[in-house]
């Protein structure tokens, strides 16, 4: 199960399912230098967060063993961060978990030839042609 949520982090790192957030400055900050003004709307952009190479080396690459350890050396924020974190993280890993498990138990998951997906950002990352995949009775 270890393994399969890795799996699970680094699908959700390389396709964040909400690819920015926006949150309200609740105090006057100064971050590097620079003046934060108490009221301003900043914009987080999570996507871009989990695929610079600065804190994942060669980002477009799926390698699931970047959370083999804690994610205390770069930031996985796929729940979002802070008080404002999503409270159903655990349930959302658990139903996955379960889910997968349950389709893979049972199927082989195959690829769609010729399909290529193709990303647009909204409010939610998704796929503007779909994400085929066949399943193929065990």
């Known amino acids: 199960?270890?393994?399969?949520?890795?799996?699970?982090?680094?699908?959700?790192?390389?396709?964040?399912?909400?690819?920015?957030?926006?949150?309200?400055?609740?105090?006057?900050?100064?971050?590097?230098?620079?003046?934060?003004?108490?009221?301003?709307?900043?914009?987080?952009?999570?996507?871009?967060?989990?695929?610079?190479?600065?804190?994942?080396?060669?980002?477009?690459?799926?390698?699931?063993?970047?959370?083999?350890?804690?994610?205390?050396?770069h930031p996985f924020l796929a729940f979002g961060t802070g008080p404002r974190q999503c409270i159903g993280q655990r349930f959302a890993m658990w139903e996955m978990k379960y889910l997968l498990c349950q389709i893979l138990r049972n199927f082989n998951i195959l690829e769609v030839p010729g399909h290529v997906p193709k990303l647009t950002m909204c409010i939610l990352l998704q796929f503007k042609n779909g994400m085929m995949i066949r399943l193929e009775p065990r």
């Open 1 to 73: 199960m270890h393994y399969l949520e890795m799996v699970i982090k680094e699908s959700m790192r390389v396709y964040s399912p909400v690819p920015f957030i926006s949150r309200l400055v609740d105090k006057d900050v100064s971050l590097d230098g620079i003046f934060i003004p108490r009221g301003l709307s900043i914009i987080l952009f999570l996507h871009g967060i989990h695929m610079n190479p600065k804190y994942y080396p060669n980002p477009e690459k799926f390698d699931p063993s970047r959370f083999e350890r804690d994610t205390e050396s």
